[in-house]
């Protein structure tokens, strides 16, 4: 039996300016000696931010105790204004499937199309 648990973790960019200069210091920690020069060529965009942030943290907002959807978290619309990061947690949502017949590692590098499909039946 293969069991699968999907995450969504999202975020709000509330500060771009904060988000970027976040991850180029993340970049720097993961790089000692590194330029803010050469950490602002290699973090130019939000794609090079975010996988900076979760190779250096693991997931985004990583200090933050993420609430479920629906369960206590933040009001619809609010948004944390002051983090360092430029960050605002917006809800986690976890999915637990079972019965895939392939897990991943068995995909090799031809992944599927919808990596998210659920398995029929």
């Known amino acids: 039996m293969t ?3 999907r995450t ?3 975020v709000v960019v ?3 300016a904060r988000f970027l200069a976040a991850a180029r210091a993340a970049y720097r920690d993961l790089h000692p000696g590194v330029s803010e020069e050469v950490a602002a060529d290699n973090v130019a965009d939000v794609y090079d931010a ?9 997931r985004l907002a990583a200090d933050v105790r993420e609430t479920p ?3 206590g978290g933040a009001t ?4 944390l204004l002051d983090r360092p990061d430029g ?3 917006a809800g986690e949502v976890q999915q637990i499937v079972l019965g895939d017949l392939t897990p991943l590692q068995d995909y090799g590098c031809a992944l599927p199309e919808d990596l998210f499909a659920l398995p029929l039946g």
């Open 87 to 89: 960050l605002s947690p």
């Open 3 to 5: 069991i699968s648990v």
């Open 69 to 71: 959807v629906g369960h």
């Open 14 to 16: 509330v500060d771009p």
């Open 8 to 10: 969504r973790r999202d």
């Open 76 to 79: 619809p619309g609010h948004r």
């Open 50 to 58: 975010v996988g900076i942030l979760l190779d250096r943290l693991g």
